[in-house]
């Protein structure tokens, strides 16, 4: 036949052939969300890749309880409604999934409600510490008891790093008041700490500078470094992931005059 | 552009009522009830994933109808259409939640104020043509967006808005099952109205000013007014779509709905035929099951002979994107009227059949 009515009939062939994954019985059900190709991919794949192995190798040793992990891993590309439609395949009533590992700060953020209601524990990759309110007493975070995360919050994180910068200022022997810029794009992930951090900066003393905003993606971000060194600020916290934050202090190395005598704080 | 059916022999009309009636023929009527009867019990078969797809389809397809009204009937062009949507969206849920308006006002009253906002935009670029227009356009989209990041007072900044699930009289409504009859309710809606739209006079001066606006404007169409009022139409339904979009997902987040999704309402029109309001349907539905199906592909081909013969790995999701693409040149190439007039094609070959050449 002609080439038209092969493509055709080819197309029609994948359109009819999509379907949904089910799980077996004898198996436990995980879904994964992995961030591969969005904002967050340059941390998120290995990540996701390390999630996979560890999974794999638990079920090479024998499962849990002698049931095999039926790990469903999906690439949802840093994008919340993909990570919603994910997720009501995981919640359907007749084939829930019996935990999550969830990764960004917004779609977790944003699933908190729904998980409490369908009581399915999500272990995320995002730090934020409005997933630690279990029932939102704190009146700062939506009650959240089934989200999970081992390690500090991003906000306890910069607490401790601002801590830090506040004895190293005195250590140096540096008069008047060090000042503190938050660097990060305009995004949940970034902006978690951010409320808590000027706050606990205000309190040892800090001048806190407005926010300086670069995008998730790495870039060209001259015209923020230049900011940065115009501002004067002393202690400065990158929010972004490795790539943008590594597209920054490349600006500064490219630009000479750009060059900024700032002590860089790091997230996540 | 899209020319209607062949009319059967003996099939003659003596009144203008008769001559602009929405179904050619009786059988064409008979099978689109038919066809509404069988979706109403839809819910009752699919499983909760085909579930969901149908009520994407649903929504996205309002959204492409104000965009076909707007590329199709009036020649426009508009790559602001994710703008209106996330406006529709942000619009309900916080009409819903800050006035205690009840969803089942408060989603068209959510279109309702995304029309005055697209008359707003719509009035500069009524004046432009072509390229200028779609930068017009293309400035909506961002000034839309932009503004949705930072009113937090609005649209909660950059976290995610939290909305209200549909209630009626008192009732909220749970789940796919049930919400898929708000969306089809809200199809049938649509969808009638822009097709009885058409066969009047403000139809067909939309579809005068699309073929040619100096006749058109010779003939005493007001062009300002007619463009202004599609850009209107065309955020309705925009944010119509936005709204059932809110009260679905409860949670509205930007990510998604930038400059690609307002690009993907235009591959929606134009695979399924601009100008065409069964295309548009037809259309939305090949564009959401597109991705779908190619999820499915690559989730089966993972591991496989072709995956290590390539040595794809994980750029196995980014095949995803580029079969998209590819899919959507290959239809402006080999099908530019698109699915509408293969559609009837395929009905117009089996009409003549066996004497179709």
């Known amino acids: 036949m002609t080439i038209k009515s092969w493509l055709g009939s080819a197309a029609l062939a994948l359109l009819a052939g999509t379907f949904a994954a089910s799980a077996n019985a004898q198996q436990i059900a995980i879904g994964h969300l992995q961030d591969l190709s969005g904002g967050t991919s340059d941390v998120g794949t290995p990540y996701g890749q390390g999630v996979v192995d560890t999974f794999a190798w638990v079920n090479k040793n024998g499962g849990i309880g002698g049931k095999q992990l039926a790990v469903d891993s999906n690439d949802y590309g840093y994008q919340v409604p993909r990570a919603i439609a994910l997720y009501k395949k995981w919640s359907a009533p007749d084939n829930k999934v019996a935990a999550i590992m969830g990764w960004g700060t917004a779609d977790t953020e944003a699933l908190t409600g729904f998980l409490a209601n369908d009581k399915i524990p999500d272990m995320s990759g995002s730090y934020a510490a409005a997933l630690t309110d279990p029932e939102g007493s704190s009146g700062k975070a939506k009650p959240a008891p089934y989200n999970f995360f081992y390690g500090p919050s991003y906000s306890d994180a910069l607490r401790a790093e601002l801590t830090w910068a506040a004895e190293d200022w005195k250590a140096k022997g540096k008069p008047g008041k060090p000042k503190f810029v938050h660097m990060g794009a305009n995004h949940p992930y970034p902006n978690a700490p951010k409320a808590a951090g000027e706050a606990l900066a205000t309190e040892l003393g800090f001048e806190v500078l407005p926010p300086l905003v670069f995008a998730l993606a790495p870039g060209d971000y001259s015209a923020q470094c230049l900011s940065l060194k115009s501002s004067g600020a002393n202690y400065a916290y990158l929010g972004n992931t490795a790539a943008s934050n590594i597209s920054v202090m490349k600006a500064e190395e490219r630009r000479r005059r750009c060059a900024v005598p700032v002590q860089r704080l790091g997230h996540g | ?357």
Request: aromatic residues 14%; glycine residues 10%; charged residues 10%.
């Open chain 2, 1 to 357: 552009m899209v020319a209607r059916s062949t009319i059967p022999a003996g099939d003659f009309r003596t009144s203008y009522a008769a001559d602009t009636t929405i179904f050619p023929t009786k059988t064409s009527r008979n099978f689109a009830i038919a066809g509404v009867i069988l979706l109403c019990f839809a819910p009752l078969v699919f499983s909760e994933y085909w579930l969901s797809v149908s009520i994407q389809i649903g929504i996205f397809a309002i959204a492409a109808l104000g965009l076909n009204i707007l590329v199709g009937f009036t020649g426009q062009i508009s790559i602001g259409q994710a703008g209106f949507f996330l406006l529709g969206a942000f619009t309900s849920a916080y009409i819903n939640n800050t006035y205690a308006i009840p969803v089942f006002f408060a989603i068209p009253l959510a279109g309702v104020i995304t029309a005055l906002v697209g008359l707003v935009f719509g009035l500069p670029a009524a004046r432009l043509k072509g390229l200028y227009l779609v930068i017009a356009t293309l400035a909506a989209q961002y000034i839309l967006l932009d503004f949705f990041s930072r009113a937090e007072w609005f649209s909660g900044g950059s976290v995610p808005a939290s909305a209200n699930p549909f209630s009626i009289f008192g009732y909220t409504l749970r789940g796919d099952r049930q919400y898929f009859y708000v969306v089809l309710a809200y199809v049938l809606v649509c969808y009638l109205l822009v097709t009885n739209l058409m066969r009047t006079r403000d139809g067909r001066a939309l579809i005068a000013i699309r073929d040619h606006y100096l006749s058109a404007e010779i003939m005493g169409i007001n062009l300002t007014k007619y463009r202004t009022l599609s850009f209107g139409l065309a955020a309705f339904f925009a944010g119509i779509a936005g709204a059932l979009y809110a009260h679905y997902q409860l949670v509205i987040s930007q990510e998604g709905f930038g400059i690609e999704r307002s690009i993907l309402f235009l591959a929606m029109i134009i695979i399924g035929g601009t100008g065409s309001i069964m295309g548009t349907l037809m259309g939305t539905a090949f564009v959401v099951l597109l991705p779908e199906s190619m999820e499915w592909l690559s989730h089966n081909l993972k591991g496989g002979a072709i995956d290590k013969a390539l040595a794809l790995n994980n750029n196995i999701t980014f095949l995803r994107e580029i079969a998209i693409g590819l899919i959507i040149i290959a239809f402006l190439m080999f099908e530019p009227d698109g699915l509408a007039r293969r559609w009837r094609q395929i009905k117009t070959y089996w009409k003549l059949y066996p004497f179709s050449h």
